[in-house]
């Protein structure tokens, strides 16, 4: 059948990718946390709960982003940005195989646009040949350090239960198939404006106690040991793990819109785009640091204190 997108081989997404369950179904499979932002003691569960991922609802109901964030807002506001701002709009690449793979040579050959065209990117990126395949390779739009008062988001500001906790922002935008491969870093949340997604995680250590996962690059923030398909597909859309360390440390979860999903600090995580038009908007966090008064500030330090077990908070 036909291919995927250049350089990578043929897919078949997961069950829960392909068909979106009702709410309540969804939910009651996300391996995640699920949290809803209306319960009295909400805070507190949270705060409780930073050693693990987390899907929350109801923290955003008064944004206004889900109505107005069309593509054409979105590509006119990115043009505004670009003309106003002279702000780095960059299509970043993703190879799951480069040793650094948001700046990887052979995916930028392979894409026609050159990964030069971000006011485009949904026309470029949802582009296919006459055999089906996509003509662009898997590259996404993801700006970070944004200012929490930046008028991108004006009608999507900080949650104020976690204002306190945000020092930044950032906007994720995703074609269909396109995402993040395995990586790490500093906490932080994503919540979905259009389109739903989903989420790969696993722990800084897995289980059983004492066993480590045989990193490619230690102290960074990429270097995970992928398995076979999600390399040969370059993209972990669909991925089904095969090894038991990875069946039993996998969490996964279809996040809709109007939902936050919480990543842990360094906990290693990806994600695939499930609509032609995907728009998130987040933030870094530092909730943890705070609570607890230690903060690493580079993944070798965090590498450094790790214990064997999950930290409880």
């Not at 807002?73 to 993703?94: F, Q």
Request: glycine share 6%; proline share 8%; charged share 25%.
């Amino acid at each position: 059948g036909p291919g995927w997108r250049p350089g990578a081989e043929s897919l078949s997404l997961r069950e829960e990718e392909l068909k979106i369950q009702p709410t309540a179904e969804r939910l009651a499979s996300c391996d995640f946390k699920v949290i809803n932002a209306g319960e009295v003691n909400f805070t507190e569960v949270l705060l409780a709960n930073l050693h693990t991922p987390m899907l929350v609802t109801g923290l955003t109901d008064t944004w206004e982003a889900p109505k107005e964030w069309s593509k054409e807002w979105i590509t006119s506001m990115l043009r505004d940005i670009k003309a106003t701002e002279g702000m780095d709009l960059t299509v970043h690449p993703w190879n799951l195989s480069g040793e650094n793979p948001m700046e990887d040579f052979t995916t930028k050959i392979s894409s026609p646009s050159r990964l030069s065209d971000p006011i485009n990117y949904f026309d470029l990126w949802n582009a296919k040949d006459a055999r089906g395949n996509y003509l662009e390779p898997n590259a996404i739009i993801h700006k970070t350090g944004m200012s929490p008062e930046h008028a991108a988001f004006e009608k999507a500001r900080t949650p104020k239960e976690i204002e306190a906790f945000t020092p930044n922002r950032q906007l994720a935008l995703n074609a269909f198939g396109t995402g993040h491969g395995i990586h790490r870093h500093a906490e932080a949340w994503q919540a979905q404006v259009k389109g739903h997604k989903s989420w790969y995680m696993f722990p800084p250590r897995p289980k059983p106690a004492g066993t480590r996962w045989e990193l490619a690059k230690k102290g960074a923030h990429f270097g995970f040991p992928h398995e076979e398909q999600p390399l040969l597909q370059n993209t972990m859309c669909g991925y089904r793990p095969i090894r038991k360390l990875y069946k039993d440390n996998l969490k996964f979860c279809v996040q809709a819109p109007g939902e936050i999903v919480y990543i842990p600090d360094y906990y290693w995580h990806s994600t695939c785009a499930l609509d032609d038009v995907n728009i998130a908007a987040g933030g870094f966090l530092n909730a943890s640091c705070r609570k607890t008064g230690t903060c690493h500030q580079t993944v070798s330090l965090y590498d450094a204190s790790l214990p064997d077990e999950p930290q409880k908070f």
